[in-house]
């Protein structure tokens, strides 16, 4: 077999399947952003696998010329998991949306994440159920008017930042479908990470669910509401800087920047191992309205479960010796008859 | 050792129940009788009966927990029908069991436990030894609590774990009553607490003082022998159904040259193969304990996508949240096994009892046409074959099996004649490396004889492709929703499944072929349908069995061995499920014996009911 390049083109990701979401879908941008990041990530595509559960995002691995698993809703991180502990070789990559995520498979992604498996779970967040053609999602607003509320929602939203951080993530981030390079930053970041990764996407669904995130993309509003996390730096954000993030008794605030002294501004550090400021961040808005956080919350190293699950392997071989038949079958005891 | 002017009388069989509270630790009282009796070289069988809850109130019917063993100097197939001797710790495990006693069976109570509180505990009026309903029986009273804090007065232990020992007590006296050497029991005890060499000394001077009471109390003036059992010779080990199926499952993995994923949820009676896979990952064991059952089933299609032999395994509730994942290893056409580890249902029904409720749901649970092989172990020391042959199944055709054993299989326990192992057949995979066709890699053109798919493996260059639930196309594997193409594709994977006939063993016929009356079974009733044919056959009643290990397909001879018969009889523990089966696939005139009790078939039961509908 020939030695297969590490950089690819982007088509060289592109699988022959023709790409069927929506014209103008949000999904096309992030696909493109994927695939150009892919080309360049330097793994080979034969060791890449994709994993999804149900869903428009579902439909991400039939457009990835990798490996890919196209499952049932909500079980995607589960899926994943298996192939992640089964062969610690792969780069695996979880697409999913917000109500495969978060509704029917919220039990899988918190175990996920909380096991530091080592996936990467991308959750496109369009906050509406798009394949079922428009019902309320999980991350949907209170007063939501959808075709299973048409009086509005009478659910609290989830906020997945919190929840993934409450779950104990060790890689928590968000980015916006429209923000490519911010996505192709993330996605770095996420590949690079041991253990789990967390991605939440802003993706419009232009048909149900259309410019949800418009104060995140428009220009007359972006700049006001766009708080950019980057580690190592100050947290200010509006038009010049006018606006700043503090945390005071622990909670993040939002204050003008000319209030406070400079020192009181907080400085971003992802690798906080006390998840508590990543919490309260996340708390700044609560959907993509006013200001919101993007970003990388929080990138904290810890023991992944493929790598310990391994390691006991390992050592079970190193202390007793690779597994013989002969001896399993007589280590209960035996008598002889004859 | 001496004996006292006590007669020993030689008895070709025994049955023997330990009954106490779920604390007063009868389970291993029987299993140190049993260890030691399969070492002395009897053939055996039991049969644990435990409450589903872990400690149920004391000295109530509702905790009892027992176990039977029967001890035999020929070839048997069950624990016993009715006890011979029943070991009674306290009024309510008398209560719970004495109507099972074999007419002048042995009674030895534990005298200490039946106070008044007790007795009024368990649901009697008046002590049962004073009121005449023990007639019948030799009873015999022994004063386990006194003499076990006697006999450990010497130790410097708290009550409570005095009074743990008194189960030593009654396996000393029940050793000294059939002429079991203590050696065995004793090397067990130090070494299980080697690290407690008091409890130890404690735990040996009970077991001792058991024994030496049996040798000097008057009462027990005959003692019993079973000696050893002519067994086919070989090497054997006693095994039960649950370790059985794990290291069945090992060997299929090690003798396929993959490694083994194992997906799990705790739940009973299905969690010791867990316990036990977890204990060998010197063999490259995986095991996942899944935060849910669909988790458990979901990682293992995982795995299988990259090439393990997976494996998820679970008891009836969690095969039902199971269902749309194992549909999916069907339609992606990827090898998983499923076991399902029969309880009685519906609901968390009895989860400690066995029933063989779930072989429809085997069959047919699932959404969408989606036949599947179902394989099911007959025995404790079958498992480790039906195991096996459950993943030769899924990995030759590249199909989701599911493996059925119950709670009578998984907890009971028999000697298994060890095969040997490099006599195993190798198991066949359809992995593939290279290309498949000079335009490219078609994940679902099939094998010509099998009509598997090839198995791609991440990590193989060139061979990338995408697999999922929705339909697919023959060949390129990629989405379809062409009408034709699902058509074929619904019966491709049909007949993926029913060509499988060909390639399992044959129906076989045991007793007198030339019978009218075939008794057809499948699962764990195994052991009490021969037993009961050859009963019937001694008596010079002509009837024969055959027994299923394959549910789907059915072994291609099938028919022929129906059409022999005149009358075909389905024992089954549940409401005639198999009946159905092969009365819709031979259209026969079959008839059912049904039982959902929680409980499973006597051979003497059996031997009755047969013979009642032979004779109508």
Not at chain 2, 382 to 388: D, L, Q
Request: proline letters at 5%.
């Amino acid at each position: 077999m020939s030695k297969v390049p590490v950089t690819y083109k982007r088509t060289d990701m592109q699988s022959d399947q023709e790409v069927k979401w929506c014209p103008g879908c949000g999904d096309y941008t992030i696909l493109a952003s994927v695939q150009n990041f892919m080309a360049e990530m330097g793994i080979s595509k034969e060791k890449i696998v994709f994993v999804s559960g149900i869903g428009c995002a579902a439909r991400f691995p039939y457009y990835m010329n990798t490996y890919g698993v196209h499952s049932i809703h909500g079980r995607a991180p589960a899926v994943a998991t298996g192939v992640s502990v089964s062969n610690p070789d792969l780069s695996v990559w979880v697409v999913s949306g917000d109500g495969d995520s978060l509704s029917i498979g919220g039990n899988h992604l918190i175990h996920a994440l909380r096991k530091n498996v080592n996936i990467k779970i991308l959750m496109f967040n369009n906050q509406i159920y798009g394949l079922t053609k428009g019902q309320y999602s999980p991350t949907s607003e209170e007063g939501k008017k959808t075709k299973s509320s048409p009086f509005g929602s009478v659910e609290m939203p989830l906020n997945p930042m919190s929840l993934a951080i409450g779950a104990e993530a060790s890689f928590v981030a968000r980015s916006i479908d429209m923000d490519r390079d911010l996505t192709a930053g993330i996605l770095e970041e996420a590949k690079n990470h041991k253990g789990s990764a967390f991605v939440e996407i802003y993706q419009n669904c232009n048909v149900f669910n259309d410019k949800a995130f418009e104060q995140l993309t428009n220009k007359e509003t972006k700049v006001a509401n766009r708080i950019n996390l980057v580690h190592g730096e100050k947290t200010v954000f509006g038009e010049d800087g006018h606006k700043a993030v503090v945390i005071r008794n622990g909670i993040a605030q939002i204050v003008d920047t000319k209030d406070v002294d400079e020192s009181e501004i907080y400085v971003h550090n992802i690798h906080e191992e006390n998840p508590s400021i990543a919490f309260s961040l996340s708390r700044l808005s609560h959907g993509p309205y006013g200001p919101t956080p993007l970003g990388v919350f929080r990138k904290v190293q810890r023991d992944t479960f493929t790598e310990e699950v391994h390691g006991q392997i390992d050592m079970a071989k190193e202390q007793k010796g690779e597994g013989e038949l002969d001896k399993l079958i007589r280590s209960l005891g035996t008598w002889d008859v004859s | 050792m001496e004996m006292e002017n006590k007669t020993v009388e030689s008895i070709p069989a025994i049955t023997i129940r330990f009954a106490g509270d779920s604390g007063d630790g009868m389970q291993l009282v029987g299993t140190r009788f049993t260890d030691t009796s399969a070492i002395f070289g009897n053939d055996l069988a039991t049969l644990p009966a435990f409450p589903a809850e872990i400690r149920a109130p004391q000295g109530t019917i509702a905790g009892v927990s027992s176990f039977q063993v029967q001890i035999a100097d020929f070839d048997i197939l069950t624990p016993g029908d009715n006890p011979d001797v029943l070991v009674a710790m306290n009024p309510a495990a008398l209560k719970a069991h004495l109507h099972d006693l074999a007419p002048n069976g042995m009674l030895i109570l534990n005298e200490d436990a039946f106070e008044e509180k007790n007795i009024t505990k368990a649901g009697y009026k008046v002590d049962p030894r004073e009121s005449g309903e023990l007639d019948g029986y030799r009873v015999f009273g022994v004063p386990m609590e006194k003499l076990t804090k006697e006999a450990l007065e010497e130790f410097d232990l708290p009550g409570r774990a005095v009074l743990r020992s008194k189960n030593m007590i009654a396996l000393g006296l029940i050793s000294w009553t059939f002429n079991r050497p203590l050696e065995d029991t004793e090397n067990w005890i130090n070494d299980k607490f080697s690290k407690l060499p008091d409890i130890a000394k404690a735990n040996i001077k009970a077991l001792k003082t058991g024994y030496n009471f049996g040798i000097t109390v008057e009462a027990f003036h005959h003692t019993y022998v079973v000696e050893k059992a002519s067994l086919p010779p070989g090497e054997y080990t006693n095994i039960n159904g649950n370790i059985g199926l794990s290291w069945g499952l090992i060997a299929a993995a090690k003798k396929a040259d993959l490694d083994l994923f194992y997906g799990s949820y705790p739940i009973t009676p299905a969690s010791d193969i867990l316990h036990e896979l977890s204990k060998h990952k010197n063999f490259n064991v995986i095991t996942f304990q899944a935060e849910d059952e669909i988790a458990a089933a979901a990682a293992s299609v995982g795995a299988s996508f990259t090439g393990k032999l997976a494996v998820t395994g679970t008891s009836g509730p969690g095969l039902a949240l199971k269902s749309e994942t194992i549909s999916l290893a069907l339609s992606a056409e990827l090898p998983l096994v499923i076991v399902n580890v029969q309880r009685g249902g519906p609901s968390t029904g009895l989860p400690t009892k066995p029933e063989q409720s779930d072989l429809m749901f085997a069959l047919y649970g699932r959404h969408g046409e989606s036949p599947l092989p179902v394989v099911a172990a007959k025995s404790p020391s079958h498992a480790f074959y039906a195991a096996y042959e459950a993943a030769r199944i899924a990995l030759k055709y590249m199909t989701p099996v599911i493996l059925l054993s119950d709670n009578y299989v998984a907890t009971g326990s028999e000697p298994w004649n060890l095969p040997n192992i490099k006599e195993l057949n190798n198991l066949e995979t359809n992995i593939i490396t290279k290309l498949n066709t000079e335009d490219g890699f078609l994940p679902f053109l099939r094998n010509v004889d099998t009509f598997a798919r090839p198995w791609a493996l991440p990590g193989t260059p060139g061979l990338e492709y995408r697999v999922g639930g929705l339909e697919k196309e023959e060949g390129t594997g990629n989405v379809s929703y062409d009408a034709a193409n699902h058509q074929y594709m619904t019966d491709m994977r049909a007949w993926k499944i029913s060509n499988i006939a060909n390639d399992i063993d044959k129906l076989e016929i045991h007793g007198d072929e030339s019978a009218d009356t075939l008794v057809l079974g499948w699962g764990s009733t195994y052991g009490g349908i021969t037993q009961a044919v050859n009963r019937l056959n001694e008596k010079g009643v002509k009837v024969a069995s055959a027994h299923f290990v394959h549910l789907n397909p059915f072994p291609d001879n099938t028919l022929e061995v129906i059409s022999k018969f005149k009358q075909v009889i389905v024992p089954e523990l549940n409401t005639g499920q198999l009946l159905k089966l092969v009365r819709e696939a031979f259209l026969v005139d079959a008839r059912g014996i049904n039982k959902v009790s929680g409980e499973t078939f006597t051979a003497q039961e059996l031997t009755d009911k047969i013979e009642e509908i032979i004779n109508e």
